[in-house]
Structure formats: structure tokens, C-alpha cells
């Protein structure tokens, strides 16, 4: 079945460490996108892909680095600029009919 | 710019009661309207979408709603709880054209509780 793959499920990050989370679909689509959702606030675009080897920042980008080589593969590092990494994220693709499909997500917390 | 906002962090129903969940949301362009499921640590489940077409939009598990352009409005619906749609649901906005295409604009959410 297709479907969008991220991992780690759980993610623990020392104070001034990178770590990059993992998101990969088998759905062909061309769109990918990365989510924050704190409580409360529902999510926030960090960074989204409509072609490879394009990217855009979303509404909160800041202390985040994406790339986008192979149409199947959106990696996400949280970088140690970003101070408030402790979230839950969420990868989601999206087709030309307006499918998104998401990832069931990484919980990041700070140690 | 797009937003959306939704009436209420929690609601709670009884089993068996109308379930009604308050969306409202603003476009510049003309909306695609979603609305998602959360069970907690998980990802998003769609529900429905409205992109053209009918205004009344039926989902998965008895849920539907009604695209109210008059009132910016696109409230979530199902005539009888059941325990398993306790969860967090979200209601999104995508434009159809310009800088918002393809992107999601989420609401905070709504906490639907549903006791016996």
C-alpha cells in the first residue's frame, strides 16, 4: 500500500545538537510538506516542496533546513538554532487533486 | 493570506447526540475547505473536502458539511455520536491559485469529548 513513512516515531535531542527527521513516499506525488503542531495551535508550515530540488520556507522556518533530491525523500533537520524544538511533526504529500496524505509523525523532545 | 478559525477548544456530546463542530475561514482566492481527524500520536486522517461542486460534502464515518460562502463558514456535522469520534479534529484552507496554492492553513483545533 502507498503511503508516507517517517521515523524515528520518537526523537531525543541534546541542547546545540542537529538532528534530521526522516520522510519518504511511495505515492508519486510531486508536493511534500513539513508540519509543527504544538498544543493548542494546531500546525504551522515549516517548509514545503512542489518539485525536487525546490524548495520554499513556510511560516516558520527559522532553525530549520530541508532538502529535496529524490521526488520520494523530504528530510527535515532541526538545527540548534532553532530553540523550541520539543514539537510533534508531521509530513504530508499531495496530489494534483488535492490528496494529502500524512505521515503518522516524530515527537521531538529536548533533554 | 488565509486563516481559519475554530469556534471552541473542546466540545463534549453525549453518545448518540448531534455532533457540531464551528469552522471559519478566510481566502483571498476562492478555498479548498478540509476537515481532518487526530487520534492522539498519530497523523491526520481526512474526513472531507469541498474544492467545487456540491456544498454539501459527505465523509467517512457520518460526517459531512456545508460550504457557506455567504458566511465564510464550513461547519463539521454528524447526527449521532459515537465513543470512537472522540478525537482532535481540524478544519484547513488551501487557495486555489496564488501564493497559497498547494498549502494548508490549519485551525487550532477542536477537542470533541463523548461520554456515555
Known amino acids: 500500500d502507498g503511503g508516507i513513512t517517517q521515523s524515528p516515531k520518537y526523537l531525543f535531542r541534546k541542547e546545540g545538537q542537529n538532528v534530521t527527521l526522516s520522510c519518504e513516499q511511495n505515492?508519486?506525488?510531486?508536493?511534500m510538506y513539513w508540519y509543527r503542531q504544538d498544543p493548542g495551535q494546531g500546525l504551522r508550515l515549516i517548509y514545503y516542496?512542489?518539485?525536487?530540488?525546490?524548495?520554499q520556507k513556510g511560516d516558520i522556518a527559522e532553525g530549520y533546513s530541508v532538502s529535496r533530491e529524490k521526488k520520494e525523500s523530504f528530510p527535515l533537520t532541526v538545527t540548534s538554532a532553532q530553540k523550541n524544538p520539543t514539537a510533534f511533526y508531521l509530513c504530508?504529500?499531495?496530489?494534483?487533486?488535492?490528496?494529502?496524505?500524512f505521515g503518522s509523525g516524530t515527537r521531538l523532545t529536548v533533554v | 493570506a488565509q486563516s481559519v478559525t475554530q469556534l471552541g477548544s473542546h466540545v463534549s456530546v453525549s453518545e448518540g447526540a448531534l455532533v457540531l463542530l464551528r469552522c471559519n475561514y478566510s481566502?483571498?482566492?476562492?478555498?479548498?475547505l478540509f476537515w481532518y481527524v487526530q487520534y492522539p500520536n498519530q497523523g491526520l486522517q481526512l474526513l472531507l473536502k469541498?474544492?467545487?461542486?456540491?456544498?454539501l460534502v459527505k465523509g467517512i464515518n457520518g460526517f459531512e458539511a456545508e460550504f457557506k460562502k455567504s458566511e465564510t463558514s464550513f461547519h463539521l456535522t454528524k447526527p449521532s455520536a459515537h465513543m470512537s469520534d472522540a478525537a482532535e479534529y481540524f478544519c484547513?484552507?488551501?487557495?486555489?491559485?496564488?501564493?497559497?496554492?498547494?498549502?494548508?492553513?490549519f485551525g487550532q483545533g477542536t477537542i470533541l469529548t463523548v461520554h456515555p
Open positions: 504530508a504529500s499531495s496530489s494534483v487533486d488535492w490528496s494529502y496524505t
Open positions: 505515492l508519486n506525488h510531486d508536493a
Open positions: 516542496s512542489q518539485i525536487v530540488n525546490d524548495f
Open positions: 481566502s483571498s482566492v476562492p478555498p479548498y
Open positions: 469541498y474544492t467545487t461542486g456540491a456544498t
Open positions: 484547513a484552507v488551501s487557495g486555489a491559485g496564488g501564493t497559497s496554492y498547494g498549502k494548508l492553513t
